[in-house]
């Protein structure tokens, strides 16, 4: 999924993750590091957030664990990893491509330097 603002309404997230409103708002309650913003009653979701959820139903409706279950498994993984593994929208290889082209020319100016 690639995101295109930096906040999104409580109804862009449920057309995105399939979560109804109500379910959001109850998460919002079990799962510490769901906070959306809320400026004047209305809940701002960050791209963050909205990889968050994903990541919480698949632990509940795929995986199928408890809320308890899934709020300790969150926990335990940041503190083991620090990250948490979410999904990430597809890398360009072409692009990579051209940054890792654009540091070879980088290093090899750096090196006819240390020669002189």
């Known amino acids: 999924m690639e995101f295109k603002k930096n906040y999104y309404t409580i109804s862009e997230v449920t057309e995105f993750t399939g979560i109804k409103d109500y379910v959001l708002r109850y998460w919002e309650t079990e799962f510490p590091g769901l906070k959306p913003k809320k400026i ?66 980088i290093l090899d100016k750096i090196q006819k330097i240390k020669d002189l």
Request: aromatic share 10%; glycine share 4%; hydrophobic share 35%.
């Open 40 to 105: 004047k009653g209305r809940r701002l979701y960050t791209p963050d957030d909205i990889k968050l959820i994903i990541f919480i139903k698949r632990l509940l409706y795929e995986e199928g664990f408890t809320i308890e279950g899934a709020r300790k498994k969150i926990l335990n993984y940041r503190e083991e990893n620090e990250q948490l593994d979410l999904p990430l929208p597809p890398i360009d290889i072409n692009f990579v491509k051209e940054i890792k082209s654009e540091l070879e020319k």
